[in-house]
């Protein structure tokens, strides 16, 4: 056989070059994260006041936690747990001297899909496109005892669409991000019936998470 060192050169480069082909995307992999940071809600006033003094608590602390699969540099996946907080709507009564307080609680699943555009082989931006399928329960509380007349202890569960944006730089192994999300409509109507409302809000938060490659 001639020249069997330049044809076992050949073979090898070809081989090199198909290997590449096969080998791992490595901007393909998948991550987990956990995070918080803090949440805010709207109050539909249609559901909430009473037309006595209300005083409501529309912000809290709240955290996620996620697992997700970067698909390439440009796409990335997500499922999640949020408890985006606790939150207050306080009424009080100068006539009867009774306060009434409910305290309105959201948490939710996230299911959506990120578009992300590098800024480097580390750094880039990301937005966030889905649904937050939710539960907002409410709780009244009645100083004395007095029953409620206005919303009853109650939850309810509604699909929002979700929205948001940030930025992220991943490393090797770990990563840092700072996100804005907007959940949009949580909870149920009191109108025209109020039996079995948990009164609506608009939910947000802005959060700071930690990401793991594996």
Known sequence: MKYPVVRCAVVATLLSGAVPAYAADPYSFFY????GGYSHVDFYPADFQTGLTDIPKDYDAGYRIFVG?????NWAAEIGYTQVGKFKY?????ATNVNQEIDYKVTGVEVSILPTVPLGSKLSLFGRLGGFFS???????NPGGIPSGFIPN???S????????GIQYLGSE????????????????????????SGRANAQMLSVNFMFKF
């Open 154 to 156: 109650s939850q309810s």
């Open 174 to 197: 770990a990563g840092l991000r700072i996100e804005y999300e907007n959940f949009g409509p949580v909870g149920s109507a009191c109108q025209p019936s109020a039996s079995t409302c």
């Open 69 to 73: 699969w970067q698909m390439n540099r």
């Open 135 to 141: 539960q907002a329960r409410t709780t009244v509380n």
């Open 32 to 35: 987990v994260g956990l995070g």
């Open 90 to 94: 306080s009424t009080e009564n100068p």
């Open 158 to 165: 509604e699909v929002s669409f979700l929205s948001g944006a």
